[in-house]
């Protein structure tokens, strides 16, 4: 019977696509407070400093591109017969670009936006500013990035946590399992009988929960987990 899969990555995962982590020593929250820049609270008392920090991130993203571990998870869903969900945290769109398709950016997307008055949601690659108006309903300053902040809920919970009661296999890619709820999906993947594996640069703060472990960077690691996985069900 064909396994029912859920992938979740992380950062780590894009790390060699030029995208920086956040924990890592040189990672965004060494270099800058969240509470500022990714919280409801901070967008609320500086706008203007909130814009600025996911601009420079929408145009870094703009000279980015996914590489072979991005492209790998694409190959193994399109090869695998049963269900095969991947879960981000990452609100770049490199999986989108690889190929992947059954996706959920739990975290939201760094090309959209979101207008803060009618909730409207749209692709947008331009720099946002206090300056901004809503597509739709015009308000002016609406539009924010369409990112999931500390303190607000992450999205399409509800499809995750069906697809982690019913998996078979759990993979951990690229995290450092510091973030609720996705740190806590490898217990809902044990509770379900899954068989759980971690593809990580180094052990962290949940790999102990793990049954099986494999460490490096993505780009080696992922691609040869999947050719490996893929062989033995040939
Ligand atoms: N290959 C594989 N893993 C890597 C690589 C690499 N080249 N480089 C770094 N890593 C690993 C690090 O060892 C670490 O375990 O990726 C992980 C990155 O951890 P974090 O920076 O904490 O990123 P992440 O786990 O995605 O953070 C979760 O926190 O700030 C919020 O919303 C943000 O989605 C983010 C969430």
Not at 113 to 134: F, G, K, N, P, Q
Not at 149 to 170: D, H
């Amino acid at each position: 019977m064909a396994e029912n899969i859920v992938i979740l990555t992380g950062a780590g995962i894009s790390a060699e696509s030029g995208l920086g982590t956040f924990r890592d020593k040189d990672g965004a929250w060494a270099k800058f407070d969240w509470r500022k820049l990714a919280s409801p609270e901070g967008y609320g008392e500086d706008p203007i400093a909130v814009h600025d920090f996911y601009n420079a991130r929408r145009r870094g993203l703009l000279k980015a591109e996914p590489h072979g571990a991005h492209q790998a998870l694409a190959q193994w869903e399109a090869a695998h017969e049963g269900e095969f969900l991947l879960v981000t945290q990452n609100i770049d769109d490199l999986h989108l670009r690889a190929g992947s398709k059954n996706l959920i950016p739990m975290h939201g997307e760094l090309f959209k936006a979101r207008c803060s008055a009618c909730h409207h949601v749209y692709d947008w690659r331009e720099d946002l500013s206090i300056e901004s108006t809503c597509p739709r309903c015009q308000i002016r300053s609406g539009p924010r990035p369409h990112v999931v902040w500390f303190g607000e809920m992450p999205l399409e919970m509800e499809r995750i946590y069906r697809a982690l009661e019913s998996c078979t296999l759990f993979v951990a890619i690229g995290t450092s399992g510091t973030v609720y709820p996705a740190a806590g999906f490898v217990q809902d993947a044990k509770a379900a009988g899954a068989h759980t594996v971690e593809l990580c640069l180094e052990p962290g703060e949940i790999s102990v929960l793990f049954d099986e472990a494999i460490y490096g960077p993505a780009s080696e690691v992922v691609p040869h987990f999947v050719e490996t996985y893929l062989k033995s069900r040939a």
